[in-house]
C-alpha cells in the first residue's frame, strides 16, 4: 500500500522517465532502420550495414561504468540532462552527414548519440524501480516505461520508410532529416521538462561521502555488483538480449529490402535490352527527366510523396544494373525485393507488438514473478524463431494492411511480444538485492548493452555467408542463455553480502 502511495506522489517523475524511454527507442530504432540506406548509398555489405547500430551501441561498453560513477556523484537529474544535450549533438552530426555524404560523419554522430542513450539508461532504470518501490511494482513500472520504449522504436521505422518511399536503392542519408530534425527537438524539449522538474535523488552521494571520497578516507569496499553471481549472469543476458531485441528488425528489414533473384534478373534483362537500342535508351532518358521534374513541381507535400513512391524510372541506370548481377550471381544473398516504406510497415509492426506486450507484463506484472515471466517468452521466442527458419514463405495478407507478407516472416514480427517483457524482468532480477551496490550495477549493466551492436554485426556477417534466415541460429542460442538465466542463473546465492 505504500509503495503504491509513493508512486503516485511521483507522478511527474515517472512521466519523465517514461518520455526519456521514448527517446532511447527512437534514436536507436533510427540507426536501425538506416542500415537500409547505407546498405544502398554506401554500396555495404550487410555487416558494413549494421556499423551505424554498432557504434551506437560500441558507445555503451565505452560509457557504462562511467556513466554510473556519475549518477552516483552527481545524481539523476545532472545526468539526464547531460545525456539530452549529447544526444542532441550526436543527432546533430547524423543529420549534417547526410549533406556532407560521408559514411564516417554518420558512424560518428551513431556513436556519440550511443553515449546519450546509455547515460539514459543508466537513468531511466533504477530511477523506476526507486520509484516503484522495488520488487513486483518497480518491475511493473519498468514494463510500463518500456510500453513507452515501444512507441518509440515502432514510429522510427515506420517515419524512415515513409521518408524513403518504395525505392530503397536510391535513398540517401540526407532523406531523413526531417526525422532527425524531429529527434533532435525532442531532446530540446526534453532538456527544458527535466530542468524544471524535481526529481527524487535516492542514491546520489551525500555531503560527507564527497567529502571522505575526496580526502581519500573513505573506506575500500570489499564487494562489488561482480561480487553476486545473479548480477554478472544477469549482465551476460543484458548482453544477449540487446542483441536479440535489435538483431532480429534490423537484419529482417535488410532481408525483406533486399532484392529477389526474379526482380534481379529482369533488372538485369531490361537493362541489357535499354543497351542495344541507345536512341530509344535516350528517349526513356528524356521521359524520366520530365515525369521527376513534373513530380518536384507539385506543391501539395502528400501528393507529392505519393507521386514519387507510385513512379517507377523506366530506365535502370548502372547502379541497380550492378546491384542486380551481384544478387544473380550470389555474391549478394537475395531478399524478399519489397518497397522500403512497405519493409517499414512491418518492421514498425514487430516494435508496434512490442508496445503491447510490455502493456499486457505491465497489467500482470505486480502478480507474476520476473523468473516466471522471463522463462515463458525466453521459450517462446525460440518456438517463434524456429518455425521462422523452417516454416514456408508462402505469402499471407494480413488483416487491415493491404500487403502481403511470407508466412515465416510473420513468426519474427510474432517475437516482438516475446522481447517487450526480457529487458524489465533481467534488470529486476539481476539488480535485486544489490542495495547500496545498485548505481555501480547500473553502469556495469549499460557496459553490456553494447551486444545490441554486436550479436547484429555477427549476425550480419553469417546472413553474408549462409543467407538471411539461418542467421537466426544466433538469436536462437542468445534466448536459450536467457532461459537458463530465467530458471537457474537469477538465484541470489550471494545473501551473505551487506548491502546497507
Not at 536512341?279 to 515525369?291: I, K, M, P, S, T
Not at 510473420?410 to 516482438?416: D, E, N, V, W
Not at 533481467?426 to 554486436?454: D, H, Q, R, W
Request: glycine share 10%; net charge neutral; hydrophobic share 50%.
Amino acid at each position: 500500500m505504500s509503495n503504491q502511495k509513493n508512486s503516485k506522489s511521483n507522478i511527474l517523475p515517472i512521466a519523465v522517465m517514461f518520455l526519456l524511454f521514448f527517446m532511447i527507442a527512437f534514436v536507436t530504432n533510427f540507426a536501425g532502420s538506416m542500415g537500409v540506406i547505407v546498405k544502398n548509398q554506401f554500396d555495404a555489405s550487410n555487416a558494413l550495414a549494421q556499423l551505424g547500430t554498432l557504434a551506437n551501441f560500441i558507445a555503451y561498453a565505452c560509457m557504462g561504468i562511467p556513466a554510473g560513477y556519475l549518477l552516483k556523484r552527481k545524481g539523476y537529474k545532472f545526468t539526464s540532462l547531460a545525456a539530452v544535450s549529447v544526444g542532441f549533438v550526436g543527432v546533430g552530426i547524423q543529420w549534417l552527414s547526410g549533406y556532407a555524404e560521408s559514411f564516417g560523419v554518420y558512424v560518428l554522430g551513431a556513436f556519440i548519440a550511443g553515449f546519450s542513450m546509455c547515460m539514459l539508461n543508466v537513468v531511466v532504470n533504477p530511477m523506476l524501480n526507486t520509484l516503484g518501490g522495488g520488487g513486483k511494482r518497480g518491475n511493473q513500472l519498468c514494463l510500463l516505461g518500456g510500453s513507452c520504449n515501444s512507441i518509440g522504436g515502432t514510429i522510427a521505422p515506420i517515419l524512415l520508410g515513409y521518408l524513403i518511399g518504395g525505392m530503397a536503392e536510391y535513398a540517401q542519408v540526407k532523406d531523413a532529416a526531417p526525422a532527425m530534425i524531429i529527434a533532435m527537438a525532442i531532446f530540446a524539449f526534453a532538456f527544458i521538462v527535466i530542468f524544471f522538474t524535481d526529481i527524487p535523488e535516492p542514491h546520489k552521494e551525500t555531503a560527507k561521502e564527497r567529502e571522505a571520497r575526496l580526502s581519500g578516507k573513505i573506506a575500500k569496499d570489499t564487494h562489488s555488483p561482480l561480487s553476486f553471481r545473479h548480477f554478472v549472469l544477469g549482465a551476460v543476458a543484458i548482453f544477449f538480449y540487446v542483441g536479440v531485441e535489435v538483431g532480429l528488425p534490423n537484419i529482417a528489414n535488410l532481408y525483406m529490402t533486399t532484392w529477389d533473384v526474379e526482380t534481379a534478373r529482369t533488372t538485369i534483362d531490361t537493362y541489357n535490352q535499354q543497351h542495344e537500342d541507345l536512341e530509344a535508351l535516350e528517349a526513356l532518358r528524356l521521359a524520366d527527366e520530365a515525369a521527376l521534374a513534373e513530380i518536384n513541381n507539385i506543391t501539395d507535400k502528400k501528393a507529392k510523396k505519393a507521386a514519387q513512391e507510385a513512379y517507377t524510372r523506366l530506365v535502370v541506370d548502372d547502379e541497380a544494373y550492378q546491384q542486380a548481377m551481384e544478387v544473380s550471381e550470389g555474391a549478394i544473398k537475395p531478399g524478399l525485393g519489397m518497397k522500403a516504406n512497405v519493409a517499414g510497415w512491418f518492421i514498425g509492426l514487430y516494435w508496434l507488438l512490442m508496445f503491447i506486450g510490455r502493456l499486457i507484463g505491465g497489467a500482470i506484472g505486480g502478480k507474476v514473478s520476473s523468473k516466471t515471466m522471463l522463462a515463458c517468452v525466453s521459450c517462446m521466442g525460440i518456438v517463434l524463431l524456429l518455425c521462422l527458419m523452417f516454416m514456408p514463405a508462402t505469402m499471407i495478407k494480413l488483416p487491415f494492411i493491404d500487403n502481403y507478407l511470407p508466412l515465416n516472416i510473420l513468426f519474427l514480427i510474432l517475437c516482438g511480444l516475446c522481447t517487450s517483457v526480457m529487458w524489465g524482468n533481467i534488470f529486476n532480477l539481476a539488480a535485486e538485492g544489490l542495495g547500496k551496490y545498485t548505481p555501480a550495477a547500473s553502469g556495469i549493466f549499460m557496459a553490456l548493452v553494447c551486444g545490441g551492436g554486436i550479436l547484429p554485426f555477427f549476425q550480419g556477417l553469417l546472413a553474408d555467408g549462409v543467407g538471411y534466415i539461418y542467421s537466426y541460429i544466433i538469436p536462437i542460442i542468445a534466448l536459450a542463455y536467457i532461459f537458463f538465466y530465467a530458471v537457474i542463473g537469477s538465484k541470489n546465492v550471494n545473501t551473505d553480502i551487506p548491502t546497507k
